[in-house]
């Protein structure tokens, strides 16, 4: 490799440690912070706080929650947006359905074989 080959595998590199130590270092930042400046930031964590008690949450796991239900809450703006529910199409009804399914196994996921059984019976 030349030299400027080796200059932009060593920059690429530095970049990349960057951003993955200050990934580790404050995960919470990037999930939490957006998360409370959503409205309805305050139901949402309570929301949370249900499941953290219900499903005895690992710290890990609320933060993979929170950003599940944001991006769930990204979701359903993007899907609704100007929207009145009751002129809605089919295709957009199900468009909705999908995100919340899509959700709902995101969240199956990150839960262990214990809590999963509890989310099961639950959701029934």
């Known amino acids: 490799m030349n030299r400027v080959e080796i200059l932009m595998v060593a920059v690429s590199l530095t970049s990349f440690g960057a951003g993955l130590g200050v990934g580790m270092a404050a995960p919470q930042l990037s999930a939490h912070s957006v998360w409370d400046e959503r409205p309805g ?73 214990e809590q999963r059984a509890k989310y099961r019976a639950l959701n029934k």
């Open 41 to 113: 930031a305050e139901a949402r964590e309570r929301y949370i706080e249900r499941y953290r008690e219900r499903f005895d949450l690992r710290p890990d796991q609320i933060r993979d929650l929170r950003a599940i239900l944001l991006s769930l809450h990204d979701e359903e703006v993007r899907i609704t947006t100007g929207a009145d529910y009751a002129e809605w199409p089919p295709r957009l009804k199900n468009q909705l359905v999908q995100a919340r399914q899509q959700a709902d196994r995101r969240i199956v996921y990150i839960l262990d074989e």
